[in-house]
């Protein structure tokens, strides 16, 4: 029971996660991306105890929104200016 517990607090956090990261993107390819990935591995978390197979959408799914929020930052830092060199 307690690892169903844990399995919504992940999905949880991957959600607000996915939220805030979408909230400033500029990239409206990394927002589907990011919150079809996040979708696609809350599902996968929450059947793997009925298709053990699952976990491997879930695995999937988490590579894709590692990626995916790399991106992001990467997309996001270039669009901001260092002025603490002026």
């Known amino acids: 029971m307690l690892w169903h517990a844990l399995d919504y607090v992940f999905i949880l956090i991957a959600l607000f996660a996915v939220y805030s990261a979408t909230k400033k993107a500029h990239s409206k390819g990394i927002k589907i991306t990011l919150w079809s990935a996040v979708i696609v591995f809350s599902i996968g978390v929450l059947l793997h ?3 053990p197979e699952m976990i491997f959408v879930s695995l999937a799914a988490s590579f894709v929104l590692v990626i995916g ?12 200016v260092d002025h603490s060199h002026s």
């Open 49 to 51: 105890d009925w298709k």
């Open 69 to 80: 929020h790399y991106l992001n930052w990467k997309q996001h830092g270039a669009c901001e």
